[in-house]
């Protein structure tokens, strides 16, 4: 299976991209704009496209930013996967309209100090995001 962060940061690479706030804007830009195709996709081979290209421009805003993705998605994983774990093994719990509620052994990601990892000593710039 393909690593979308892997894959993309060739991109940002080859392209010549740095990170920093010229690029955070860009892809800030392009997130809008992808988003915007897939609310106005026609088929699903369009929605599919636009999905698809949103997450490969929300890789690309993380990438300008500076950071490693990566270990950043594991958090969140193991985080989201905590949701579903109760004293008697898995349990899924869910909300009227199918969304995946919290349970009992859910715990936030420490998103913040694996950034503040990634990030120290590299001068991160507030507008930098």
């Known amino acids: 299976m393909s690593n979308v962060f892997k894959d ?7 392209t010549g991209q740095t990170p920093g706030a010229e690029s955070s804007k860009l892809y800030r830009a392009l997130i ?26 929300c890789a690309g805003y993380l990438h300008s930013l500076g950071l490693d993705p990566q ?7 193991l985080s989201n ?17 199918g969304k995946i509620m919290k ?5 936030a990601p420490d998103l913040h100090g694996l950034i503040m990892d990634q ?3 590299r001068g ?6």
């Open 8 to 14: 993309q940061k060739l991109f940002f690479d080859i």
């Open 32 to 57: 809008d704009e992808e988003y915007q195709e897939m609310c106005d996709a026609k088929d699903m081979t369009d929605a599919v496209d636009a999905a698809l290209d949103l997450i490969y421009v």
């Open 71 to 77: 270990p950043l998605w594991d958090e969140v994983q």
């Open 81 to 97: 996967m905590s949701k579903f774990k109760s004293p008697d093994g898995f349990r899924v719990m869910r909300r009227e309209d």
């Open 103 to 107: 349970g009992p052994a859910y715990f």
């Open 119 to 121: 990030m120290s000593g």
């Open 124 to 129: 991160f710039e507030k507008t930098h995001y």
